[in-house]
């Protein structure tokens, strides 16, 4: 699998000259990250991964990931990236629209009556767009919160098709897509939109045995613990810290595990695009939705706190004709929808929170958020380790503001503490009283939006 994908990156589209002809209107200028040997791809390919820990991929600094390495390596790889929130549901919301969802006036699962949990009828994403121009467009998603289904929020909007394949493991999965490329194919007058969203690796973490090495871990399970695994880690404060730090590593085993199965599942469905021809005139975007958490802030998941376990992210856009470059400005995931309606010349009807991926300038700041509200919100945060219904981040460059509606604030220099766990907050620091520009507006942003949160506590460096 890994020759074909560094194969692939040095291929160039102008080895073909029966592209489809896109539907009025055409591409327009490229950017000046995004350079493309001849048109902009007509074809799409979205590739987007939960939960997945950035530092755990071999690019930057992990292992077990050949495949997607290979993929970074030929692409324009976006390094540092970054969520608009730390789960699915939000954060797939920005991907998709270019806004976060309270903009749109609704939040995933909010548990408050006062707050939609479904987006309105007429919220756009760039899938949308693309169909309205006559693109034949299609999601195949593992995760039910990203889907079709009422009661995680109905969020996959804008698809002429969805399949809601309810936690179908990767190579299950790959073999669907490679399949539904096919049928699309089939239609070559038609241009299309594919958009495969694997699972893998959500807890619980179970991977295939093979790829597992549990011969150095402490003896703490006799089994495999993937059945228990979510039991176990209700379990995990009421442990000894011997019992915790082996709980610990034998996560991080499986969810390497989990990591490097998915790694496999990715090289495949790159050699079966590839040998149908599919990726002879399309252009591949990469994403992963958020991180996961392994006990840096007392807790296990995502969705909980917004420390850059759970925040920091990837994007990647590949082609054939698209020449590989690597960029290290701050993007998060509003730009890629932004990138994307302008690489294909789609206006949006409203205003993007987002840019096309390149063109910000190098002190732009990101803003990261996260909301549990109404009823059972406060179980909720204290089940998975939170203090508070409001978490709000800004990044700029390497330096990370965080600050709950609590007021619990911290301050991260992500360049020497790249986990960002030594706080080094202080009112007087020069840094953080220019943050609070924009994390003071930030504030005002949701107290607009949720009066019912009442006053923020001292919002102020």
Same mark, same amino acid.
């Given at each position: 699998?890994?020759?074909t994908?560094?194969m692939?990156?040095?291929h160039?589209?102008?080895?073909?000259?029966?592209?489809?002809?896109?539907?009025?209107?055409?591409?327009?200028?490229?950017?000046a990250?995004?350079?493309?040997?001849?048109?902009v791809?007509t074809?799409l390919?979205?590739?987007?991964?939960?939960?997945?820990?950035?530092?755990?991929?071999?690019?930057?600094?992990?292992?077990?990931?050949?495949?997607?390495?290979a993929?970074?390596?030929g692409?324009?790889?976006?390094?540092a990236?970054?969520?608009c929130?730390?789960?699915?549901?939000?954060?797939?919301?920005?991907?998709l629209?270019?806004?976060?969802p309270?903009?749109?006036g609704?939040?995933p699962?909010?548990?408050?009556p006062?707050?939609?949990?479904i987006?309105?009828?007429?919220?756009?994403?760039?899938?949308g767009?693309?169909?309205?121009?006559?693109?034949?467009?299609?999601?195949?998603?593992?995760?039910?919160?990203?889907?079709?289904?009422?009661e995680?929020?109905?969020?996959?909007?804008?698809?002429?098709?969805?399949?809601?394949?309810?936690?179908m493991?990767g190579?299950?999965?790959?073999?669907?897509?490679?399949?539904?490329?096919?049928?699309?194919l089939?239609?070559?007058?038609v241009?299309?939109?594919?958009?495969?969203?694997?699972v893998?690796?959500?807890?619980?973490?179970?991977?295939?045995e093979?790829?597992?090495?549990?011969?150095?871990l402490?003896?703490?399970?006799?089994?495999?613990?993937?059945?228990d695994?979510h039991?176990?880690r209700?379990l995990y404060?009421?442990?000894?810290p011997?019992?915790?730090?082996?709980?610990?590593?034998w996560?991080?085993?499986?969810y390497?595990?989990?990591?490097?199965a998915?790694?496999?599942?990715?090289?495949?469905?790159?050699e079966e695009?590839?040998?149908? =021809? /599919?990726?002879?005139?399309?252009?591949? %975007?990469?994403a !992963?939705?958020? $991180?996961?958490? @392994?006990?840096?802030?007392?807790?296990f998941?995502?969705?909980?706190?917004?420390?850059?376990?759970?925040?920091?992210?990837? =994007? /990647?856009?590949?082609?054939k004709?698209? %020449?590989?470059? !690597?960029w290290? $400005?701050?993007? @998060?995931?509003?730009?890629?929808a932004?990138?994307?309606?302008d690489?294909y010349?789609?206006?949006?009807?409203?205003?993007?929170e987002g840019?096309?991926?390149?063109?910000?300038?190098?002190d732009r700041v990101v803003?990261?958020?996260?909301?549990?509200?109404?009823?059972?919100?406060?179980?909720?945060?204290?089940?998975w380790?939170?203090?508070?219904?409001?978490y709000?981040?800004?990044?700029r460059?390497?330096?990370?503001m965080?600050?709950?509606?609590?007021?619990?604030?911290?301050?991260?220099?992500?360049?020497?503490?790249?986990?960002?766990l030594?706080?080094?907050?202080?009112?007087?620091?020069p840094?953080?009283?220019?943050?609070?520009?924009?994390?003071?507006?930030?504030v005002?942003?949701?107290?607009?939006?949720?009066p019912?949160?009442?006053?923020?506590?001292?919002?102020?460096?």
């Open positions: 699998m890994l020759p994908l560094l692939l990156a040095c160039s589209q102008s080895d073909s000259d029966d592209s489809p002809t896109l539907p009025e209107p055409g591409p327009t200028t490229q950017s990250l995004l350079q493309f040997t001849g048109n791809p074809n390919l979205i590739v987007t991964l939960d939960t997945t820990r950035w530092d755990k991929i071999g690019r930057y600094g992990g292992s077990s990931t050949p495949e997607l390495d993929f970074l390596a692409a324009v790889s976006l390094d990236h970054r969520s929130s730390n789960w699915t549901g939000p954060s797939m919301t920005c991907f629209s270019g806004r976060m309270a903009a749109a609704f939040w699962l909010s548990s408050d006062n707050i939609p949990d987006p309105p009828v007429d919220w756009e994403t760039f899938p767009r693309m169909s309205d121009a006559g693109w034949h467009s299609r999601l195949l998603s593992a995760n039910p919160v990203f889907g079709t289904k009422p995680y929020g109905d969020l996959a909007r804008g698809y002429d098709e969805v399949s809601d394949l309810q936690w493991n190579a299950e999965l790959t073999a669907l897509a490679a399949d539904s490329a096919a049928e699309l089939a239609e070559p007058d241009p299309w939109l594919l958009h495969v969203h694997y893998d690796p959500h807890g619980p973490y179970c991977p295939p093979e790829l597992l090495d549990t011969s150095g402490p003896v703490i399970f006799t089994d495999d613990i993937c059945d695994f039991m176990s209700g404060w009421d442990q000894t011997e019992w915790q730090a082996a709980f610990t590593e996560s991080l085993e499986y390497r595990a989990e990591i490097a998915w790694d496999a599942a990715f090289g495949d469905l790159i695009m590839d040998l149908i =021809g /599919a990726l002879e005139d399309t252009l591949i %975007v990469f !992963t939705d958020h $991180g996961e958490q @392994f006990g840096e802030r007392n807790a998941g995502h969705g909980i706190l917004l420390g850059p376990e759970e925040t920091r992210a990837m =994007g /990647a856009f590949w082609s004709s698209l %020449v590989p470059a !690597t290290t $400005g701050t993007t @998060f995931h509003s730009d890629l932004a990138t994307l309606l690489l010349g789609l206006e949006p009807s409203a205003p993007l840019q096309m991926v390149g063109s910000a300038p190098p803003p990261i958020w996260n909301l549990w509200s109404g009823i059972g919100a406060d179980e909720f945060a204290v089940n380790g939170g203090t508070a219904d409001v709000l981040s800004v990044v460059g390497d330096l990370q965080n600050y709950a509606w609590d007021g619990n604030r911290a301050l991260y220099h992500l360049d020497t503490d790249p986990q960002g030594i706080d080094v907050y202080e009112a007087s620091d840094d953080v009283v220019a943050l609070w520009t924009s994390m003071g507006a930030l005002e942003e949701v107290r607009g939006y949720y019912l949160f009442g006053d923020p506590v001292n919002p102020a460096p």
